[in-house]
């Protein structure tokens, strides 16, 4: 793994991310198939028509259905997905959260019962990177707990020492197992993740500790569940002095073309969420001048495309009429062209982002953005 700074505009930082599929230029999205499929119908060719350099998927998810096993039998999920570029793979951890009043955590790991079957599953550090080792995901995830804003100072802090304490244990592991005959990707590297909720003394304390690991990246977690998105942007620049400044740093779940923007603009290299592909489905489009609702009756005879500024492959070819006739009559194809657009955005947000940085001409593209984007953001 490598990773290099080509150019800094205040604190945004446009870097290069190397790994054994390939090289990914920073700041990136990551469009997550947590399946190992984008939700909405969309292929491995289709992302990379889109122009999307990591895909993200889901430990958890996996391990149950298919299991790992037969996702290493299969050559792993490049393989399995016929994905030639990254591939990260979140620990579960999240599911921690998302499933909380099912879990049982101890400090060997997590006990929880499966979403498809109610059979019960444990989860530890050591499982967890078993799970990604068979896999063979370049990056892999360590193993934490995210905590629920807002819990109480004590639970988030010996939370934060359990999450480190795993992390010793989840490097440990992945060292041994990238070392045997037969692993699926041997140069898989670990990401530690930074937790302590909106407390920052937590926060800047549990980086220091996780960063003294020499890890080959760092991430934000634990954030974009319930706190403010002012004080997400305090906790990232609490931690900024604190971070590994030669090492990518990756602000897991988020989020809103502004939230990516603020992102950046505090140095963060690596993003991810559903909220593309999600609102894709759903007929909330994103354009360079804010949100749409393509489902609403003004675009019932509207022959421009969604975004006259776009040139993605729906914009390319179909209307704002017919995109709405699709959703209108619950055709499956309005979920696949929906989601295909918001990605193509988000993946030109994030191309336009560097070359702005590389300019020295970031906070101009902020504002220029901002100016355009805001006032119709939450467009009918």
């Known amino acids: 793994m490598s990773f290099k700074i080509i150019n800094k505009d205040g604190h945004a930082r446009r870097g290069e991310f190397s790994c054994p599929h390939g090289t990914a230029q920073t700041p990136v999205f990551m469009n997550v198939g947590t399946q190992a ?12 028509n889109i122009g999307c350099q990591i895909e993200l998927s889901n430990t958890y998810h996996l391990h149950l259905r298919p299991g790992a096993e ?3 039998d299969c050559g792993g999920l490049h393989k399995f997905m016929d994905w030639k570029r990254p591939i990260l793979t979140d620990s579960g951890g999240f599911q921690v959260y998302s499933l909380a009043e099912k879990k049982n955590i101890k400090e060997n ?4 019962r499966s979403y498809i079957d109610g059979r019960k599953i444990f ?3 050591e499982e967890s990177m078993l799970v990604q080792s068979r896999l063979g995901s370049d990056i892999a995830m360590a193993f934490d ?6 819990s109480p100072y004590e639970y988030f802090k010996n939370s934060c020492d359990r999450t480190y304490r795993w992390l010793v244990r989840c490097k440990e592991e992945l060292a041994r197992l990238n070392s045997m005959d037969g692993a699926v990707n041997p140069g898989q590297m670990l990401f530690g993740i930074n937790q302590g909720g909106v407390f920052k003394d937590l926060r800047v304390n549990h980086m220091r500790q996780i960063a003294q690991l020499d890890l080959p990246g760092y991430a934000i977690g634990g954030l974009a569940v319930g706190e403010t998105a002012e004080e997400m942007y305090e906790i990232i620049e609490a931690l900024d002095p604190e971070m590994p400044q030669d090492k990518p740093r990756y602000l897991m779940g988020v989020g809103t073309p502004e939230n990516i923007i603020e992102g950046v603009r505090r140095g963060v290299d690596f ?3 559903v909220m ?7 007929g909330k489009l994103f354009t360079w001048s804010g949100v749409m609702n393509i489902k609403n009756e003004k675009y019932k005879n509207d022959m421009r495309p969604i975004d006259e500024e776009c040139d993605c492959p729906v914009c390319r070819r179909y209307s704002r009429a017919y995109l709405r006739h699709l959703f209108a009559s619950g055709e499956i194809l309005s979920m696949r062209h929906g989601a295909m657009h918001n990605l193509y955005f988000y993946n030109k947000l994030m191309e336009k982002i560097r070359a702005a940085i590389e300019e020295n001409r970031y906070e101009q593209f902020r ?3 901002y100016d355009k984007y805001l006032p119709k953001r939450g467009e009918g």
Do not use: Q
């Open 276 to 282: 593309p592909s999600r609102n894709g489905r759903h």
């Open 70 to 72: 037969l996702v290493r």
């Open 123 to 125: 989860m530890g550090p």
């Open 367 to 369: 504002a220029e953005f």
């Open 109 to 112: 790991g997590v006990t929880f």
């Open 37 to 48: 499929a984008i939700k909405g119908g969309l292929s491995s060719e289709d992302l990379e």
């Open 145 to 150: 707990e995210c905590v629920e804003i807002p």
């Open 271 to 273: 993003f991810d969420c």
